[in-house]
Each structure stands twice: as structure tokens, then as C-alpha cells.
């Protein structure tokens, strides 16, 4: 009798396009996941920033309350500050002045009515010179007022109050940077304000805007930092339009308008007082030259009017966030 052994077949070795497979499917995976570390990165800047714009907007908040409180409605000192008032520099005329009639050029806003605009901005005020005491330098009667804070009386001061305490710059031993005795700060988040009476007439109540600068240079004079925007017609529909058209804007200023930006809407004429900002959602150029900027909300009127107006645009570089607070209150 013949026994026949039974033998075990081993398997042949993968072919050459086996593993081109194999290698092509490892490198999409491998791709996939190497395209989360720029994402990563990219929302860890972000996070960053948000962080640090809440915080500065936090501070802004919790100084803005304390010198309303105080300084303006109980006239008592805030700190060393003596000055009982938030006063005009040029003709030192109390808050009530700025907000009722900025400068004699302005008329006058009935008390009924909501009051002018004031755009607190200490380091503002100590960076410019000629167009310090209004918005992007604006000819009167036409312009934001901007003021300065009592007791702020330099520059080092301004970015001392308006920056974050940690936001210091140090030397390569560890130490913080001294020059002339004052502590050296980057001033990258820095904030401002705008104040505005609810009716003229209510001295002791406003809202409050906090705006949070992310890279404008303090105590710079550059007047570039803001401007009036060149808009093919002014004529807003309060509550329907939600796009401007630019005529013309500098090359330099080209990247500025970017969605995620923002830009306000500061009409001072005809019985509008406005300081309103407005997110950008997207901006297209239909054609050279000009660009058509949407806003992710209608624009509105402060006085809940619905009649149209000649609207006056401006943008605010650097300008990172703006947060509408709870109005102040004695």
C-alpha cells in the first residue's frame, strides 16, 4: 500500500501592485492627518485671540464702570486722579458737553433724542496729533469726537491703563524692559470705547461699545489707521441694506477689507448720531476698482427711525472686536 504525505501550500509573497496599493492608501491617511496640524495651529491662534479680546474687553469694562461711577456720576477721585470729570482737552468742558454739542460747530442734540457719540481713546488721543480730537480726522461738524480720560496725561500712561497688566516686553535676563522708568508694554491688545446717552437728556445713563485693537500701533502717528471708506451712494434702507459698494480704496488698504473685519457706520448729519459697527461677511470686486462689501446684519438706526440717510462709513485698522456691554449706569 502507498501512502501519499500531504504537503502544505504556503502562500505566494504580495505583488508589486499589491503594494503600490497599500503605500498609495498609508500616504492619503498619512496626508489626512498631517492637514490637522495647520487646522490645529490655526485654532489655537484664533483661540488665542479671542482670549486675549475678552479679557482686554473685560478690563475696559471693569475700569470704563468704576470711572463712570465715580468720576462722572458721584465726582469723586478715581486713584490719584484729582480731575472729578471726563473732560473735553480743548475747552475742558464736562462729559455733558461731548455728548450734547462736541465742539460749537456741532448741533445741538435735542434731549430727547440720543446723544453724540464720544469715542474714548486714550492711546489714540496721545498717538495723533492734528486729528486727535476726531475720528480719521473728519472736518467738523462731521467727525466721532474722540476724548481722552482725566489723569491720563502721557502716552506711557494710555498703554499702561488700556493694555493687559501681563502685557509686558522683557530683556534676555528675564527682566521686564525699563526705559525712563516706565515699564515697556508690547500694546499688541489694547482697547477703546465709545460712549453714548440712550436720550441727551439722561445724564447718568449710556451705552457702552468696548473696541478690542489687535496690531494698531500704539503711539504711532499714522494717520492711515483709519479712514473714511468712498462709497458709490450713501443711501442706507435701515433694516433692508446689508451691502456698500467702494469706489475706490488704496492698494495698501486692499487687504483690510476682509470677511471676519469690521466697519462703522459714524453719520453725524441731519439729525443722525451714529457710531455703529457692522461684522464683514464677505467682499467681492464685480469689477476693478470697486468692491462690494456685505455685512452679516442690516444696517439701523440708533434712534429706531426707518427713513433712509446718506450714511458715512469708516474702518478702523486693526480693529479685532467690538463688544456691545450693558449700559452704564449710576
Not at 484729582?82 to 462736541?102: I, K, S, V
Not at 440720543?114 to 486727535?132: A, N, R
Not at 464685480?286 to 474702518?315: M, N
Request: aromatic share 6%.
Amino acid at each position: 500500500m502507498r501512502f501519499h504525505s500531504e504537503t502544505t501550500r504556503s502562500r505566494a509573497g504580495i505583488s508589486l501592485l499589491e503594494a503600490m496599493i497599500a503605500i498609495g492608501v498609508m500616504a492619503i491617511g498619512l496626508l489626512s492627518l498631517l492637514t490637522l496640524f495647520p487646522l490645529g495651529a490655526i485654532q489655537i491662534g484664533q483661540a488665542l485671540k479671542d482670549d486675549r479680546c475678552s479679557e482686554t474687553a473685560l478690563q475696559a469694562d471693569a475700569y470704563l464702570r468704576q470711572y463712570w461711577r465715580h468720576a462722572v456720576i458721584n465726582g469723586l477721585p478715581v486713584g490719584t486722579v484729582t480731575d472729578t470729570t471726563l473732560r473735553d482737552p480743548d475747552d475742558a468742558g464736562p462729559l455733558h458737553d461731548c455728548f450734547t454739542q462736541p465742539e460749537a460747530s456741532y448741533p445741538l442734540a435735542p434731549a430727547t433724542e440720543p446723544s453724540y457719540p464720544v469715542l474714548i481713546d486714550p492711546i489714540g488721543w496721545h498717538s495723533y496729533t492734528s486729528i486727535k480730537n476726531q475720528l480719521a480726522g473728519t472736518p467738523s461738524p462731521n467727525g466721532i469726537p474722540r476724548r481722552n480720560l482725566a489723569g491720563i496725561s502721557d502716552g506711557n500712561l494710555a498703554v499702561r491703563v488700556c493694555t493687559l497688566p501681563d502685557d509686558l516686553t522683557f530683556e534676555r535676563d528675564g527682566q521686564a524692559t525699563v526705559i525712563g522708568g516706565n515699564l515697556q508694554r508690547q500694546g499688541k491688545y489694547h482697547w477703546a470705547a465709545v460712549l453714548q446717552r440712550q436720550r441727551t437728556g439722561l445724564s447718568d445713563l449710556a451705552n457702552l461699545k468696548i473696541l478690542v485693537f489687535d496690531g494698531r500701533p500704539p503711539l504711532l502717528n499714522l494717520p492711515g489707521n483709519e479712514f473714511q471708506l468712498s462709497v458709490s451712494t450713501g443711501t442706507v434702507v435701515p433694516g433692508v441694506t446689508s451691502s456698500i459698494e467702494i469706489t475706490s480704496l488704496p492698494t495698501s488698504e486692499i487687504p483690510l477689507l476682509r470677511r471676519g473685519g469690521w466697519i462703522m457706520d459714524g453719520t453725524l448729519i441731519g439729525g443722525i448720531r451714529h457710531a455703529n459697527f457692522y461684522r464683514i461677511a464677505a467682499v467681492n470686486s464685480p469689477t476693478p476698482g470697486k468692491y462690494t462689501i456685505d455685512l452679516e446684519k442690516p444696517i439701523v438706526r440708533t434712534d429706531g427711525g426707518t427713513g433712509t440717510y446718506d450714511a458715512t462709513f469708516y474702518l478702523l485698522v486693526g480693529l479685532a472686536e467690538v463688544f456691545d456691554r450693558p449700559p452704564l449706569l449710576p
